[in-house]
């Protein structure tokens, strides 16, 4: 059962981070440095989307897992997002009144993903 | 959640992975049942309670029942 499910959340990752890695591939070797706006907008978007598409992966892979890798995932998963968007919260408003270096939106996520690392070990259960 | 699990799986030879396949759920999820890390849920507990032939409160000790 569970080999299925996560055979299927492997394919999509690797698929949705495939593309995502062969765009930014070609970004680094030029590919679309001749590009203008509009394009550059809608460029912006379709690098985005396999991103989104992982978050998709994941929360489908939670679904179609069982109970108790349902629950412990949803637990780490909200408490990665809950911690991520206080610290994201937090520098925020150091940037605005302490001056502090800007962070950049697209290290959110590899931000959660680092934090859903440093929690998920103490996580343990779905009490 | 006290539990029985792994006496009657141990009764009948069952690995987790085995009761896990018989329940349809993942090994993780019986190891987490019998360690009382998840409690499971009405589907579930049925579940169990069929596959070990015996009713779910001897399978499960209902924390609000006086003993």
Do not use: C
Not at chain 1, 16 to 44: E, R, S
Not at chain 1, 95 to 123: N, Q, R
């Amino acid at each position: 059962m569970s080999t299925t499910v996560d055979q299927k959340y492997k394919i999509r990752t690797a698929l949705f981070m495939g593309g995502y890695v062969l765009v930014n591939v070609a970004a680094i070797f030029g590919a679309f440095d001749d590009m203008k706006p509009p394009g550059t907008w809608a460029f912006a978007l379709v690098v985005a989307a396999p991103v989104a598409g992982h978050l998709w992966a994941l929360l489908r892979w939670m679904q179609d897992s069982d109970e108790f890798v349902r629950a412990i995932s949803a637990k780490r998963f909200i408490a990665a997002t809950g911690i991520t968007m206080a610290l994201v919260s937090a520098w925020g408003f150091m940037e605005v009144y302490a001056k502090a270096p800007h962070f950049p939106l697209v290290m959110v996520l590899p931000g959660f993903w680092a934090v859903w690392g440093f929690t998920a070990p103490f996580i343990r259960t779905t009490h | 959640m006290k539990n029985r699990l792994k006496v009657l799986r141990a009764e009948r030879n069952w690995t987790q992975e085995e009761l896990g396949k018989r329940v349809g759920v993942s090994r993780q999820a019986i190891n987490a049942l019998e360690t009382e890390k998840h409690d499971p849920s009405l589907d579930l507990a049925y579940r169990i309670s069929k596959e070990f032939g015996t009713p779910v409160e001897t399978i499960f000790t209902n924390p609000y029942q006086p003993s």
